[in-house]
């Protein structure tokens, strides 16, 4: 069984620009949701999906946005790009929403704002 | 609010020795409780949960950590730490109901050494 798989693992964008990331979730799954990893801030939740509706959103500018489609699979947007958004994005997929299932996390992207 | 705290940025241990990673949490509703691992390079892998039940939990590969409400601790420990071990391990917590939203601690990073 294939697990989480974002797409690309590397990016490098310039400030200013706007990047698409890619997660597509464990076969079945239908809950995604998105993380941002930094040195200084840790992790942070971004956003959750399920049957394509965002359902829970955290503490972020608008510049972040996300999207699920009908096959489950999701897409985080960063429009505007800051220095400061560099960081590992990990993508995490469950069955369904909830804690009490568990959740499956990809190997992440890497993105570098310079 | 909720909130995490891992005290320890950074464990050394001797190879074979026993090890505990400490975990806080502090939340003014019920929580699901998680230890996830983190290996260089990779997302993040769970390595056990508490949902309920039993307050002392085991995983596969003999870490175990116990749930303490009085002390609103779950601490991770192992009786004997191998090379292999060294990671980073994220405390998480999630609220009991049906959102999807971990949160989680600034990290430990476990370093087993010869």
């Known amino acids: 069984k294939a697990g989480v798989t974002q797409t690309p693992r590397y990016l490098i964008k310039t400030r200013g620009q706007q990047v698409t990331l890619s997660c597509s979730p464990i076969?079945?799954?239908?809950?995604v949701s998105w993380y941002q990893q930094t040195p200084g801030q840790g992790l942070q939740f971004l956003f959750e999906y399920f049957s394509e509706t965002q359902r829970n959103k955290g503490n972020f500018p608008g510049r972040f946005s996300g999207r699920q489609f009908s096959n489950s699979r999701s897409e985080m947007n960063v429009s505007t790009l800051e220095l400061g958004d560099s960081a590992l994005y990990l993508c995490?997929?469950?069955?369904?929403?909830?804690?009490?299932?568990?959740?499956?996390f990809g190997q992440g992207t890497r993105l570098t704002v310079v | 609010a909720q909130s995490v705290t891992q005290l320890d940025s950074q464990v050394p241990v001797f190879e074979e020795a026993p090890v505990e990673l400490r975990c806080n949490y502090s939340s003014s509703v019920s929580v699901y409780l998680f230890w996830y691992v983190q290996y260089p390079n990779q997302g993040l892998q769970l390595l056990l949960k508490?949902?309920?039940?039993?307050?002392l939990v085991k995983s596969i590969n003999g870490f175990e950590a116990e749930f303490n409400k009085s002390q609103t601790s779950f601490h991770l420990r192992k009786p004997s730490v191998h090379i292999s071990d060294t990671a980073e391990y994220f405390c998480a917590v999630s609220l009991m109901d049906s959102s999807y939203k971990l949160i989680f601690g600034s990290g430990t990073r476990l370093l087993v050494r010869p």
């Open positions: 076969s079945g799954h239908r809950s």
């Open positions: 995490a997929s469950s069955l369904l929403p909830g804690m009490n299932t568990e959740a499956f």
């Open positions: 508490y949902l309920s039940g039993s307050t």
